[in-house]
């Protein structure tokens, strides 16, 4: 049943995309129904979370050591004879990856129902869910992949899948670049995987993920040393390679930039993008690989390092941003510094942990956005919102439980993750004061960011025009093929709750939000035990605290949540007070507002001088030297040609004379080789 798991979404991709091609892309200006194309591709990611779900129930009755199923599809690659390389198209499910194939396909299936509201007055439904099925399945070959260029495979296939979707509305210009923006990003990081894979071929032999463990292990199932005969700067230079990738995939500084601007996606894709999928590939191959990362304390620094200022970072952005995607987009960006800094000071299980709990309180907020710009008629600016509450109750209800779980307040999932890689960050063996206070004032900035989102959202007074009576609810979609209702000329826009296909996904996102962080309660963690055959505790780093600090370190996090929820709440309650705070911050809030001014650094930096460069070669080199020396063979050429044919006169007399020529000529040449 495994490798049905990634065909499943593949099926559904083939289908939905045939019928597109052949049915729906040559039908002019007529609109296409979402209802039969969303059918489609949600049944196929459910049968394959159906799948998994099977799977797992058959890991859980599996003994501790055993909990491995593996198949072989194919064999991909011979070369060399015996002794050479051999590569097999193999999956292998274990403890690790049956928690990322649950999440993928469980909270994607719901992503997908979602957009059969979603996406109800797109021009192309069926193109739209054929790429969504293909972003799952090329996820689910990346975690199922029992090597490294398996995994690189689907790792490259949701960077394609990206870029498809971010610019799904290609005719808008800057959609189309924010999908080159994430595909050329994600190519830079890439390059740094491809020469870490080709590191650890050369030291080990090998790049299937059992084989390379087993060089860690020792007799008796324990990590035991760095294979002899491997110094630790080469593991040290594979693992810092293999981060550059992650730094791309999950969107950590400096290659960060492409994620804010993927929100130029269907709102569906955002979620899908920033929850389930994509983002959190780099934390699963630094968990997969944890073995030998654990040999390797200075890419644990700098894994660490990086993570908690791309946190720090993206919360000091998102304060300042009115889009309430971009918030979102920057939340994201924050919340997988998290986990990197859980995985740098050796805490993989806690990166998991967070994860999965980020998957259902992101996709919940995700989707939670999409009701809200569904219902505001295609409105994104927060600063134009405000008293949802009443008008769109049951988005309000969902939202509020996503807000409360990523402030990090008990007993939502949010918090049990959080405060666990706050704790990892403090008393680990490769922790520190500093990323603890770094990761805490975070916690404190993520709280009041996303409570200023809430109130400006749903709390205080209207901000918007409304139309007096129900009005067209269902105007027609824009020149794009957008998804939701069109504002009418004069700004006015009735508000409205989402329907049933929409606000179903969010109440059970909501429910997996409130509870989902029990699997991990401190020290009855049934995560911890679940994960221990792929996450030795010999890998996960010592801690040298007293446990009662832990308590101590919980009440700090939650006191600093709340502090920052009663700060946003006291400032936007008075909108004029919010007001001369930015005044009297005006040039701190320009630098926020305007992100640090990063893309426009890399614009002048190294965007416009290749661009310069490029096209100074262009000049000087391809049309003055190469175009010239093509056209010059061609104006040879012809020069001959014309040259030869005038011999060509037509005349049998002339033809005959110069066939005696050569005759003669021929004759003579034989007979003074006689001579």
Not at 137 to 160: Q, T
Not at 248 to 273: E, F, H, N, R
Request: net charge neutral.
């Amino acid at each position: 049943m495994l490798a049905w798991i990634p065909l499943f979404p593949l099926i559904g991709f083939l289908i939905n995309g045939c019928w597109y091609a052949f049915f729906q892309a040559p039908v002019g200006g007529r609109k296409a129904h979402a209802t039969l194309p969303g059918i489609i591709a949600s049944l196929s990611i459910f049968a394959s979370f159906i799948l998994s779900l099977l799977l797992f129930l058959q890991l859980k009755d599996m003994p501790a050591e055993a909990r491995v199923i593996e198949q072989t599809v194919f064999n991909w690659m011979h070369i060399g004879g015996s002794s050479g390389f051999h590569l097999d198209m193999a999956f292998r499910l274990d403890s690790l990856n049956t928690l990322f194939t649950l999440v993928i396909t469980g909270v994607g299936t719901l992503i997908h129902i979602y957009s059969i509201g979603y996406m109800s007055h797109d021009a192309t439904p069926g193109r739209f869910f054929s790429y969504l099925n293909l972003f799952c399945f090329a996820m689910l070959m990346l975690v199922l992949g029992a090597s490294l260029p398996v995994l690189f495979l689907g790792w490259e296939g949701v960077g394609l899948c990206s870029y498809l979707l971010i610019g799904y509305w290609y005719t808008d210009d800057e959609k189309a670049s924010a999908g080159k923006k994430a595909f050329i990003v994600n190519r830079v990081g890439d390059f740094g995987f491809l020469l870490g894979m080709f590191l650890i071929f050369t030291t080990f032999g090998s790049l299937d993920f059992v084989a390379l463990k087993t060089a860690f292990i020792s007799g008796h199932g324990a990590l035991a040393a760095i294979p002899a005969g491997v110094s630790p700067g080469t593991i040290t230079a594979i693992c810092l390679l293999l981060f550059v990738g992650c730094m791309g995939k999950s969107a950590q500084i400096p290659l960060y930039v492409w994620l804010p601007d993927a929100m130029a996606g269907p709102t569906p894709v955002s979620a899908l993008i920033h929850a389930a999928t994509m983002v959190t590939s780099g934390i699963y191959m630094v968990a997969r690989l944890n073995f030998m990362f654990s040999f390797s304390p200075t890419a644990l620094g700098v894994i660490a390092t990086v993570g908690a200022f791309t946190a720090f970072f993206a919360a000091t952005v998102a304060i300042a941003q009115n889009d309430i995607k971009k918030v979102l987009a920057y939340s994201t960006v924050s919340q997988l510094g998290y986990m990197f800094l859980a995985c740098g000071v050796g805490a993989y299980t806690a990166g998991v942990f967070h994860v999965i709990t980020h998957a259902f309180f992101k996709a919940l907020l995700f989707l939670g956005a999409g009701s809200v710009i569904h219902g505001m008629s295609e409105e994104q600016d927060i600063t134009k919102m405000g008293g949802l509450r009443t008008r769109m109750p049951v988005t309000f209800a969902v939202f509020a439980i996503g807000w409360l779980a990523i402030c990090g307040l008990p007993p939502f999932s949010g918090f049990f993750s959080k405060d666990e890689i706050l704790w990892q960050a403090f008393s680990s063996e490769h922790g520190s004061i500093f990323l603890w206070a770094l990761g805490a004032v975070t916690a404190v900035m993520t709280a009041f960011y996303m409570t200023r989102l809430f109130y400006l959202t749903f709390l205080g007074q209207p901000r918007f025009k409304e139309v007096a009576g129900p009005g067209k609810s269902h105007a027609a979609h824009d020149s794009h093929g957008h998804d939701s209702h069109a504002k009418p000329k004069d700004g006015a826009i009735h508000v409205h709750e989402s329907p049933l296909s929409m606000t179903g996904p969010l109440m059970v996102l909501a429910v997996l939000s409130a509870v989902g962080g029990l699997i991990g309660i401190p020290h009855m963690s049934w995560l911890e035990k679940w994960l221990e055959p792929v996450i030795p505790e010999a890998a996960e780093a010592a801690t040298h605290m007293v446990p009662s600090m832990e308590w101590v370190l919980m009440g700090v996090s939650v006191l600093g949540a709340v502090l920052g929820i009663a700060y946003a709440f006291n400032l936007y309650k008075d909108l004029a007070k919010a007001a001369k705070l930015k005044q009297r911050y005006a040039g701190l809030h320009k630098i926020l507002e305007n992100k640090w001014y990063v893309d426009e650094f890399y614009q002048g930096v190294i965007v416009r001088p290749i661009f310069n460069l490029s096209q100074a070669l262009w000049k000087n080199f391809d049309v003055a030297v190469i175009d010239r020396v093509v056209l010059g063979f061609g104006r040879v050429t012809q020069w001959t040609g014309q040259s030869a044919r005038t011999i060509q006169t037509g005349s049998i007399q002339v033809y005959a004379f110069v066939l005696l020529i050569g005759l003669v000529a021929s004759v003579g040449y034989l007979i003074y080789g006689l001579v």
